[in-house]
């Protein structure tokens, strides 16, 4: 017997604080006055987005519980190229500074230098020029 995994409740659903958060953020969408399939659940969208991001599934592997992974494959890309993400990511940086507060005076970035696996040697020729 095939045992099919709930995601309900657990930690791939977004907590409701964070939605109310994130919700003014989405752009509104207007009922279509020619009919047609209604819009898909956004709340569920995001979930489905947060559950992709978290696990780095394929667009198409994701549960059916959050809807076509081609439809909220299409709403990241819609939201993405209207910069939904980066207020989110702004807004929610500004309210954890207000709350416990961020070292601004103190930033650092980690980086290595290494040498590429396939590098070749110093002096070899170089594939772009004439022999």
């Known amino acids: 017997?095939?045992?099919?995994?709930?995601?309900?409740?657990?930690?791939?659903?977004?907590?409701?604080?964070?939605?109310?958060?994130?919700?003014?953020?989405?752009p509104r969408y207007s009922?279509?006055?020619r009919g047609g399939r209604p819009r898909a659940k956004l709340r569920q969208v995001m979930d489905g987005i947060f559950y992709v991001l978290r696990t780095g599934c394929q667009w198409k592997?994701?549960?059916?519980e959050f809807g076509s992974g081609s439809t909220v494959?299409?709403?990241?890309?819609?939201?993405?190229e209207q910069g939904v993400f980066g207020?989110?990511?702004?807004?929610m940086l500004k309210r954890y500074d207000q709350r416990r507060g961020i070292g601004w005076n103190w930033q650092s970035v980690d980086g290595s230098?290494?040498?590429?696996?396939?590098?070749?040697?110093?002096?070899?020729?170089k594939p772009y020029r004439s022999r």
């Not at 017997?1 to 003014?24: I, T, Y």
């Not at 592997?61 to 059916?64: C, H, N, Y």
């Not at 207020?87 to 807004?91: D, E, F, G, T, V």
């Open 73 to 80: 494959h299409r709403y990241f890309q819609e939201w993405t």
């Open 113 to 125: 230098m290494t040498k590429a696996p396939l590098g070749g040697e110093k002096n070899r020729q």
């Open 1 to 26: 017997m095939l045992v099919r995994k709930e995601f309900r409740g657990s930690s791939w659903r977004m907590a409701d604080a964070f939605w109310r958060q994130f919700e003014p953020l989405l």
């Open 61 to 64: 592997a994701l549960p059916r």
């Open 31 to 33: 009922v279509s006055s």
């Open 87 to 91: 207020k989110a990511w702004q807004r």
